[in-house]
């Protein structure tokens, strides 16, 4: 059983940055893709990264260019690097990790979660 935990959530001004990480325990963290999700207020829960576990990355529409998703397999810890934040990208975010279907792209394809981080930007 792997147990997620975010951090690094808070309130940032528009153009801003913050870098959330999901520490990982319990489990093989080192050989699970892992993903980012977000879920804005009134809305669905919606895919934002993944990364394999060998650092192959896809990212949803709405962020490329401007989120990095990362890992460092030593410290099982998964990372994202969020510049240039605007208004919409406010949402409490979670990671996941072991891909158990799919693609990666949807909340059902995870077998592990996190409780997730509230981020917010502000204008």
């Known amino acids: 059983q792997v147990q997620l935990v975010e951090s690094g959530g808070g309130l940032v001004q528009a153009g801003g940055s913050l870098r959330l990480s999901c520490a990982a325990s319990?489990?093989?963290?080192?050989?699970?893709?892992m993903g980012w999700f977000r879920q804005a207020p009134g809305k669905e829960r919606e895919f934002v990264a993944r990364?394999?576990?060998?650092?192959?990355?896809y990212y949803a529409d709405a962020v490329k260019g401007r989120f990095t998703i990362s890992r460092d397999n030593a410290k099982n810890t998964g990372y994202l690097q969020m510049n240039s934040l605007k208004l919409e990208d406010t949402a409490v975010y979670y990671c996941?990790?072991?891909?158990?279907?799919?693609?990666?792209?949807?909340?059902?394809?995870?077998?592990?979660w996190g409780q997730g981080t509230q981020v917010t930007v502000s204008s």
């Open positions: 996941a990790a072991n891909i158990v279907r799919g693609l990666g792209r949807k909340n059902s394809d995870y077998e592990y």
């Open positions: 319990g489990g093989s963290f080192s050989v699970y893709a």
């Open positions: 990364i394999g576990w060998t650092g192959t990355t």
